[in-house]
């Protein structure tokens, strides 16, 4: 045991702490501590390994920081006078951060018996501990529950990104094959007026039209066999009547229900040596139309995921909202599509007599966020996620259940703990779970509650029919 000089006590005596100490309870605390010498970027203190000292800068300057999704992030600054383990040691639970020396430091260090005995022999700070912890974990929690909005916002934004980025290309890639079909059909309309047709032969093109545009609506459907083998007919008649390129044509002529038995009844009425212009021009025409339905097919859904987004953040809104549960779970699913595997499957059992309630709309689709990522992560394909809503007294309830490997017994009645975890390093946070419980019970008066076992975990969410607006 190494004793403090005079000078030493007096630094402590600094401490806010220890300024009602004694001349005898110092020197018990001069006997029974031993110091630390600390050079620039030492770490002393690392999170999550177990508290067995409490610590007391005397000199110099310490940083502490947290480690929250695999980063480790600044918290704040110690100088002289500083404390530091305290709240570990209290709450008989590992180190909740990271202690760094920035300068040459001096610092006086307590294990875990002596700390005890401390609080008996000097029960005046008993006050200034816990007044110290409460603040410091306030600023931990809301430090982390800004990160955690983060990431959060950061896993929405790469979904976003993912889910726009599919009907994105697919718009690009169809106006750029849009170019060819469109020459073929300005290349070939010139001829058709100079040519003379039979008044049945401008029927049956008129009918032509007709046909293409009704596929649209109603596309024929048929497996990949039958596919090949009406391809295979339909190219053997195009080589038979010389058709240029047939072998091109056929998969459009097939999609769009267009078989032999047509080809012959078409076929009579044009002038003669039309026929490979004709269907040249078909193909073209079919193309053009599929194409500027892939178009339309992928604009919608770019429109649906930015009505989605802005469902899910309730903009242009005011803070408290008049909602359909169901759109705010339908909007995060959406927005989630991108995380859900191949095999996974999500039902929905939902109450559509369930009356509007009040909510912040924003902070709900939160809590949906949250619980159904965490359904997602937990389960192995084949999976299955169940949502079920339905009226129970005057409360909404929303189950959200998951055929994942359950919750041990043991922990669960810890899952809703502020960064509490059964997640990897770098892979949680321990604070979604916390975050969906302030704002169902703190924020909206509800109630949030697990039931686990393995194969089945169900979170119920119970939120007040009738709230104060």
């Not at 630390?36 to 300057?61: C, I, M, R, S, W």
């Not at 009406?230 to 044509?249: C, F, P, S």
Request: charged residues 20%.
């Amino acid at each position: 045991m190494i004793h403090l000089s005079i000078i030493d006590l007096q630094a402590l005596r600094l401490a806010p702490l220890f300024a009602r100490f004694t001349d005898e309870q110092m020197c018990w605390l001069a006997e029974n501590s031993s110091e630390l010498h600390l050079q620039p970027g030492k770490k002393f203190v690392t999170q999550g390994d177990p508290a067995n000292y409490f610590y007391v800068l005397l000199e110099g300057e310490l940083w502490l920081t947290k480690d929250v999704g695999g980063q480790e992030i600044y918290v704040n600054t110690y100088e002289a006078g500083t404390i530091f383990g305290e709240m570990s040691l209290l709450i008989d639970k590992p180190y909740i951060a990271n202690g760094r020396a920035v300068k040459e430091s001096h610092v006086l260090q307590l294990g875990k018996e002596v700390f005890w005995d401390m609080l008996t022999h000097c029960p005046s700070i008993t006050r200034g501990l816990l007044s110290t912890m409460a603040g410091r974990l306030q600023l931990l929690e809301s430090m982390s529950q800004q990160h955690e909005k983060f990431i959060a916002l950061g896993t929405l934004a790469a979904g976003i990104a993912h889910e726009l980025n599919n009907p994105a290309a697919a718009t690009l890639r169809a106006a750029e094959q849009l170019q060819e079909p469109l020459q073929i059909l300005s290349l070939f309309a010139p001829q058709f007026c100079q040519q003379s047709m039979t008044r049945e032969q401008i029927i049956s093109i008129s009918n032509l039209q007709n046909h293409l545009e009704k596929h649209v609506a109603k596309p024929v459907k048929l497996d990949s066999l039958a596919q090949s083998d009406l391809e295979e007919e339909v190219t053997a008649w195009l080589e038979m009547h010389d058709v240029i390129d047939g072998w091109k044509i056929a998969p459009t002529l097939v999609q769009a229900g267009l078989d032999i038995k047509w080809l012959d009844n078409f076929a009579q009425h044009l002038v003669t040596g039309s026929l490979t212009d004709m269907l040249t021009w078909i193909d073209a025409k079919l193309t053009g139309i599929y194409l500027l339905n892939e178009i339309k097919l992928s604009t919608s859904r770019i429109s649906d995921l930015v009505r989605a987004i802005k469902d899910y953040s309730y903009m242009d809104q005011g803070p408290l909202q008049n909602i359909d549960v169901h759109e705010g779970i339908e909007s995060t699913l959406i927005i989630l599509n991108y995380k859900l595997k191949k095999n996974m499957v999500v039902s929905r059992e939902y109450d559509n007599s369930l009356p509007r309630i009040y909510v912040y709309g924003s902070q709900l689709n939160q809590v949906w966020t949250n619980l159904i990522d965490n359904a997602i992560d937990a389960i192995k394909e084949p999976g299955h996620i169940c949502i079920r809503t339905l009226r129970e007294n005057d409360y909404v309830l929303v189950e959200i259940i998951d055929n994942g490997p359950g919750i041990p017994p043991e922990i669960q009645s810890r899952i809703f703990e502020p960064f509490f975890t059964t997640k990897g390093v770098g892979e949680g946070t321990g604070l979604g779970l916390h975050i969906a419980y302030r704002i169902v019970v703190a924020n909206h008066q509800g109630d949030i509650r697990v039931l686990s076992q393995p194969g089945s975990t169900c979170f119920q969410i119970r939120l007040p029919i009738e709230q104060s607006r």
